[in-house]
């Protein structure tokens, strides 16, 4: 080439990213073995010594193709591996990652029921300590005075009763995880439901010098199991009695939104920490320890109390503005939509 060798063009041609895979066949009048050398050093596939046969050109050509073809083909090849490789790897971080956040909560899981176990044990083992220790010595001393054996038999009798309550809640624990647990609907006042469960938890909060509060407004009618609906309605009432220091205020109010009853019960407790309220109507959950040993209980009521409203088609979440600021218990059920005749004839 005039003002340039075959080696000089080869280089350039390297040297270009958009000629730099092009196939080279160099036509060449100079047979000697060092000029070969040099140029298929310098880039070239393949050379041709004038004069050549057309023939011998195509084929070479043909070969010269067909070798970039394979080797481009090999590339993509290669390529698609390494994605595959990559994506198989990104899948086995992310495996791994999701294998260590199960096990890290099969872990966590454990342990609450290990807590859980330790209360169950502590909670049935002391009302039988002091019923047993009653019992040995009645046995031991036979006839008591009036005023010891009736302290005794309220002593038996009254954790006998606390037993009795825990081994329910157990049972209740048990035919909900079985999807067991019997319902009997009917139609009900709503506000009837509340009013009994405020007086059984009425001696409670005297007790403690505790004002319950009511307003039970409206004649709601709801399709429920009355035993169980009282049974959530009791928690709710009875937790916040717990948690709440002697000569609080309890306020109850049920009112009536669009197509939904909602029950509301505030207290002015200890109030709950953004932790505890995502996992407070957990089974088994604990939270602070420190409170589980000062209030006793299983932890089961407020679960229950989820586990009963759902049933029933509704749902209940809880607000706090934090520690010492108390809660609030919302419960929301589907509300009766008769016409008025067929709501005053389930009065």
């Known amino acids: ?204 909060a005297d007790a403690k010098g505790i004002t319950i509060v009511a307003s039970l407004r409206g004649a709601t009618l709801v399709r429920a199991d009355g035993r169980r609906l009282e049974q959530a309605a009791r928690n709710l009432l009875s937790n916040a009695v717990k948690f709440t220091p002697p000569g609080g205020a309890v306020h109850v109010w049920l009112t009536e939104d669009g197509g939904s009853a909602l029950l509301r019960v505030s207290d002015t407790g200890r109030g709950l920490t953004r932790d505890a309220m995502a996992h407070i109507f957990d089974t088994f959950w604990q939270g602070d320890p420190s409170a589980s040993r000062e209030y006793g209980g299983l932890g089961l009521g407020l679960p229950m109390v989820r586990h009963i409203v759902q049933l029933h088609g509704g749902s209940v979440e809880v607000a706090s503005e934090g520690l010492d600021r108390g809660s609030t218990f919302t419960v929301r059920l589907p509300a009766f939509s008769g016409t008025p005749a067929e709501r005053e004839s389930y009065h």
């Open 1 to 204: 080439m005039p003002g340039m060798s075959g080696g000089d063009l080869l280089t350039a041609l390297r040297r270009s990213s958009s000629l730099s895979g092009v196939p080279v066949l160099v036509l060449t009048a100079r047979a000697e073995d060092e000029v070969r050398v040099e140029l298929l050093r310098a880039g070239a596939q393949d050379y041709l010594v004038k004069p050549f046969a057309v023939d011998e050109l195509r084929v070479r050509v043909r070969n010269l193709l067909t070798v970039k073809a394979s080797r481009q083909a090999l590339q993509r090849a290669l390529a698609s591996t390494e994605d595959d490789l990559a994506a198989l790897a990104r899948a086995h971080i992310a495996r791994q990652r999701e294998l260590e956040a199960a096990r890290d909560e099969a872990e966590s899981a454990s342990r609450t029921k290990d807590e859980f176990l330790a209360i169950v044990s502590h909670e049935l083992r002391t009302p039988l300590t002091s019923i047993l220790g009653w019992a040995g010595m009645l046995r031991k001393h036979g006839v008591l005075e009036n005023s010891v054996a009736e302290r005794a038999f309220e002593s038996i009798e009254r954790n006998a009763r606390t037993q009795k309550h825990l081994i329910e809640e157990l049972l209740d624990v048990s035919s909900i995880a079985s999807g067991r647990l019997s319902m009997e609907m009917e139609m009900l006042q709503l506000p009837e439901i509340v009013d009994r469960a405020i007086a059984a938890t009425r001696p409670a």
